[in-house]
Every structure is written in C-alpha cells, then in structure tokens.
C-alpha cells in the first residue's frame, strides 16, 4: 500500500533529530578548524583586507543611498488650491512675480461678488471649481488651445451640460479636470528636471487614472523612467501629449505616437498592450473586446507559467532538501 | 601522504573546452541576473543601487545584452563541438555515457528518491547522473527560449512585422517566469547538489581541474568505470587533454 503517512512515518522515525544538531555542531566545528589552520600563516593580511572591504562596502552603500535619497524620493505633493493661500510656499512658486491681480483682478467685470460669509455655502464650493481658467490663456496660449482639444476639454463640456451639475459643487463621481486640478496655480514650481516632473505627473494623472498608473509603472517604460530616472524612456505625456491629453485607442493614431521613439515600427507594433486593464463600465466597443481577448490571452499565460514554475522549483528543493538530510543522516553515523 | 596522493592515477572527466565554457557561462549567466532583475524589481532600493552602479537603466539594459551574447555564444561554441565530436571523433552522442536522456535516468530518479526515505540502496549511476542531464538540459534548452523572448524584446520592431504586437508583451511574461525559474534553480539546486551536499563539501573540484580519481568515479558514478575497462581507455574519444 502506497501511504504517505506512513512514508512521513518512516521517514521521520529514521531521523534522529538530536544526533543530527549535535553532529552538525561538531561537523561545522571540525570544518572550522581546518579552514583556520589553512590560513592560518596569512591571517593578518585576511583580516586586514576584510575589514578594508567591509569599510568600503559600507562607505559606497551609503553615497548610494544618499543619491537614492536625493533623486529618487518620490517628489511631495502641493497642498490643493482652497480659498487661502500659505504664502511661504507661493513666495517660492512660479507664479510668485505675479501680484493677486494678474489673475484675480477681472472679478467685477466678470460679474462676481465677493463671497458673502452669511451664505451657508461660504467656503464649502470647491475653489477650483469656480474659477474661470480662461484666464491663463494669456500667458499660457499654446498650453491653452491644446487643452482646448483634448479628451478633458471635452469631458468638461459634457460635464457642464449634463442637467444636474451646480456650478462649484464638487461631484460624487470624478470631475473632468479644468488647468486647476493638474497644476497648482498658487504653488508650483519651475524649472523641475524632466524625471522630476515625470514623476510628479505619473502621481497627479494616476490620482485619477488608477488602473493605468498601476500598469504603467509595471510596463517596462515606466520602471525605467519613473523607478530608474532614465529621461529616454517615456513618461505619461510623451505619448498622450501634456495639454491635448488624447486617448490611443486608434491605432493609426497609436502607431505614429509609437514610431516617434520607434522609427521602424510597421502596423501591427501598435497592438502592443502596454495597459492590460479595462474599466469595469467600459462600453463594449470593437476596440474594447479585443483588447479584452489580449489581456485575457496575457493573463491566462502567465498563470500557466506561475503554476509551472512553482511545481518544478517546490519539487527539485524537496528532492535537494530529502538528499541533504539524506546525506547528513549517513555521515553523522559514520561518526 | 602527499607523495602517495600525487602518484595516484586521475583521469579525464571534462575537456579544457568544457572547464572554461562552465566558467564563461557561470560569469555570463550571474550578470544576465544581476541586470535583469535590477531592471524587472526596480521598485526595490537593491535593485536602484545596482542599477546606479552600473550607470543607468540604458547602461544596464546593455550590459544585459552583452552577457546575454556572451552567454548564447557559449551555447553555439557548445553546439559546433558537439558536431565536431560525432563527425572527426566519431563519439556517441545518445549512448549510455552520454548527457542524452534515457530510461535509465527515470528509473534512477525513482530509486534515488527510494534512497532518501532509507528504503532502498544509491542506483548505479553512469558517467553522467539525471541531476546533471538535468542540469545540462535545462541550461540548454532554456537558453535557447529564453533567447527567442529576448530576441522579441530586444528588436520588437522587427518581430511585430510578422506576428501580432501583443506577442511582445507574452514573450515579456515568459521571459519573466523562465528568468524566475532558471535563477531558483541554478543558483540553489544547482550549487547544493553539485558542490554544498555533505559527500563533496565544500565543491566539485573536477569541472574546474578537469581530472577525477577511480576513487571518485567509484563513489560518484561507478557505471562509468566498467565501461572505461571494457573499452580500455582513460577517457572518452576526442578528448583535449590540457
């Protein structure tokens, strides 16, 4: 009868687990001692040359992570726009040649008030929300006019002529972002490296696109980019352009975003997935069910691969881990 | 004690080519982990040091290459030798005492296994065990898959032209698990039953002096020392001597 309790039995009947800890205390002391007598006409010069080495390892360790710690930290996040303003921190922004007027000084002839501190709204409206962001069209034109005709100007346009929207009433679901909501007017700096910005916006476009940050940042473009400071590499904005954030899934419009780092990509590089995610209200698109076939396609290999590679390395550690009791056992009799 | 130690007769078990292509690919084979995984697991702070010790993810990404060349290269060094074997020295490649699979091994494996649990007695191994066929195969043929998915990665312009592009990101995934695979066993199985196991503690001397002893071929795999008697040689056919 083929019993694995009684194999186990077995097994562990003809372990003696003492004699195995006594054997190996002796057997490593034995190993010890001949080691030491071996070496021991250049021990100084061992010593020696392994303190050195231990000092070195630790003084190069620790430059090293002094520059993790000054490049790689993950850039701190500006406190959101509200209705005051901490002036330590705008004194330091860009915007801090500009006096409040520049931008806030149109109020009456936009046909604002003040906001009355009687309102039992006053200061619950979102800030953001109110603002009119036109304004930044006269320095920042370019920026302007693409965001003019990208998917969040379009997403604000339907936002604001859905029935049930209240000017400056924060939503229950997700707002289409307005120049406010990805750029801190009051506080941002300038002149930031590009990795640096790389990674402040992979934080501010994965505040709301989750899913895709997640992926992103498991796709080898942004392991390298955002992880590893490599600039070549491509951030968020490098394929959907920073103002008119537009959407790849065409894949004409893909394939030549793609070719512009890829010069000799052909047709069929573009179906390459590089977030291997759908939300969950997605519309059932043609573009959608097939980009659903890939990603099932992907996920379903790398379980086969998973389950495959756990199988074969949890049977050669069994079989290694029974020969060296094995072997132990047999060497300790001997003894 | 020394003198009669050196008089003693050894005799050949690996070829001056085998030593050093054992060594090359032991050197190629650790860096192509080193920065691969620093590359994948850049999350973690080791893999950001060895990354910014090799001077970038550019950097690091080539070096991968480099190995990886230098690795396969050893696979085609490997190949032309073996052709070189069969055709001027006429050797076997799918006898009994060679690295080619056969029956026996399984009924090896299955007696060993025996051994472990005290119920039976070591097989009569040949010159070359199933642990080392294993080894040797696995090397091999992963070398070579791995090589197709990388070659995906690496020219994923050229290859999207005849298969679809999503294929790149299943050659990634393989790519990934057969790394995670190879790197648990080589550097662990492979060292424990080849070097750290208490019957040849502290390491195999044979793959990097290329001799052996009748005492070790006796102990280690006796099958071969009848068929060294019968065929009356020190060695097997073709074999550079150095």
């Known amino acids: ?335 | 004690m020394v003198e009669n130690k050196a008089e003693e007769k050894t005799y050949w078990r690996f070829s001056v080519l085998h030593r050093f292509l054992h060594i090359v690919v032991m050197i190629g084979f650790t860096g192509l982990a080193l920065t691969g995984f620093s590359l994948k697991f850049s999350t973690q702070v080791w893999a950001q040091v060895v990354v910014s010790f090799f001077g970038g993810a550019a950097n690091t990404g080539y070096l991968h290459r480099v190995c990886a060349v230098i690795t396969y290269g050893c696979v085609v060094v490997h190949i032309l030798w073996l052709c070189y074997y069969k055709l001027v020295f006429k050797g076997s490649l799918t006898g009994p005492q060679s690295l080619f699979p056969r029956v026996k091994d399984i009924k090896d494996l299955y007696q060993h296994i025996r051994y472990f649990l005290g119920r039976g007695i070591l097989p009569k191994f040949n010159r070359f065990t199933y642990w080392e066929k294993i080894d040797y195969w696995a090397l091999f043929l992963g070398m070579n898959t791995m090589g197709l998915t990388g070659l995906f990665l690496w020219f994923p312009e050229f290859f999207s032209r005849y298969v679809p592009g999503y294929f790149i990101n299943l050659a990634q995934v393989l790519h990934l698990y057969e790394a995670i695979l190879s790197v648990a066993i080589k550097f662990v199985v492979h060292p424990v039953t080849a070097h750290l196991r208490p019957e040849i503690f502290p390491m195999e001397r044979s793959i990097f002096s290329g001799k052996t002893t009748k005492e070790e071929i006796m102990l280690k795999h006796p099958g071969e020392w009848e068929s060294m008697i019968a065929s009356a040689k020190d060695s097997p056919p073709g074999h550079l001597k150095i």
């Open chain 1, 1 to 335: 009868m083929f019993c694995w309790k009684y194999l186990a039995k077995q097994f562990l009947m003809r372990i003696d687990f003492s004699v195995i800890s006594i054997g190996l205390k002796t057997w490593f002391l034995k190993e010890i001692m001949v080691i030491k007598k071996s070496y021991a006409p250049c021990k100084k010069f061992l010593v020696k040359m392994i303190i050195s080495l231990a000092c070195l390892s630790v003084l190069s360790l620790t430059s090293f992570h002094g520059a993790i710690k000054k490049g790689w930290a993950i850039t701190e996040r500006n406190p959101p726009s509200s209705w005051f303003i901490n002036m330590n921190l705008f004194s330091r922004s860009a915007h801090s040649n500009l006096t409040c007027e520049v931008c806030h000084g149109t109020m009456k002839e936009d046909d604002k008030t003040h906001p009355d501190p009687k309102d039992p709204d006053f200061l619950r409206l979102e800030a953001k929300r109110i603002y009119d962001y036109s304004h930044c069209k006269t320095c920042h034109l370019q920026s302007y006019d693409r965001y003019l005709l990208g998917e969040h100007a379009k997403a604000l346009k339907k936002e604001k002529e859905s029935p049930n929207m209240k000017e400056g009433v924060k939503s229950e679901k997700r707002n289409a972002p307005t120049c406010g909501d990805c750029h801190s007017a009051h506080y941002e700096k300038s002149h930031l490296s590009k990795v640096k910005i790389g990674r402040k916006m992979t934080e501010i476009c994965g505040s709301c696109h989750r899913a895709q940050k997640v992926t992103y940042l498991e796709d080898y473009h942004g392991k390298t980019a955002v992880h590893l400071g490599h600039e070549a590499s491509a951030y968020c904005t490098d394929c959907h352009g920073a103002h008119n954030c537009i959407s790849l899934k065409e894949k004409k419009t893909a394939l030549l975003i793609c070719q512009r780092c890829h010069p000799k990509a052909q047709e069929r590089f573009a179906e390459f997935v590089i977030h291997p995610t759908i939300e969950n209200g997605a519309k059932e698109t043609k573009d959608n069910i097939e980009k659903r076939k890939k990603v099932a396609v992907i996920k379903t290999v790398s379980v086969i691969m998973f389950c495959l590679v756990v199988l074969i390395v949890s049977f050669f550690y069994g079989h290694s881990l029974l020969w060296l009791l094995r072997e132990l056992h047999e060497k300790l009799r001997k003894h």
